[in-house]
């Protein structure tokens, strides 16, 4: 059903059950899931977040400055990719890691053409960065990144197994979506994804597909056209 995604991880993911720093059992769960997915032929493009590290938004309420909080949130999202980068490359799977901003000799500078070669290849590409630009969410980079390489969807990876009417780790009496369009998630106040991140997904019809990744094998089933998670689309 898909050929090339861009899958879009929170940082928290890779923090394991507290959600923070790297949990080396976390990350090698989630590189075996990548690994699986290239090895059967399909592309796959990363985007961490950096939560499990620095969030800059956060920041700000402790006395960070937005710009440089959200630098240092930019910085946490290439630790989390070179980290995963070396679990993947262990199951036997190229990865590179790109940045939106130059930082040569620790990641390779990101350009689209070079990062769909290695997904061409059969490798893992892990763009890190988020956008290069403060006030902006990994959502945002992750859409962005998702339309520049014409990826067929944008996969979001959390620890629920979908969208729904409500949070539904506090209220046991939510009902989870199998399918929306942009204009039923918007107009039911859905939090898919930042309102930015959103809108260019919705103006650039590029399908998302909210999951839980903490399921085995849920990203091969995904890929592979079975029905796993919520999809939101034109």
Known sequence: MYKRVLLKLSGESLGGPAGKGLDTES????????????????????????GNIFRGLQGVGSGFD????????????????????????????????????????????????????????????????GTGNPFFTT?????????????????????????YTADPEKDPTAVRYDELSFDEAISRHLKVMDQTAFALCSEGNMPIIVFDMNENGNLTRLLAGEKVGTLVHP
Do not use: H
């Open 27 to 50: 990350l090698r769960k989630m590189a075996r899931e990548v690994a699986a997915a290239a090895k059967a032929g399909l592309q796959v493009a990363i985007v961490n977040g950096g």
């Open 139 to 163: 959502d945002s980079g992750a859409a962005l990144r998702a339309l520049e390489i014409r990826a067929d969807a944008l996969l979001k990876g959390t620890r629920v197994d979908g969208v």
């Open 66 to 129: 937005r710009v440089d909080g959200d630098k240092m949130g930019m910085l946490a999202t290439v630790i989390n990719s070179m980290a995963l980068s070396m679990f993947i490359k262990e199951e036997g799977v190229p990865a590179k890691v790109f940045t939106a901003t130059p930082m040569e000799p620790v990641a390779e500078y990101y350009m689209r053409d070079k990062a769909v070669e290695v997904l061409e290849k059969g490798g893992v590409a892990l763009i890190a960065g």
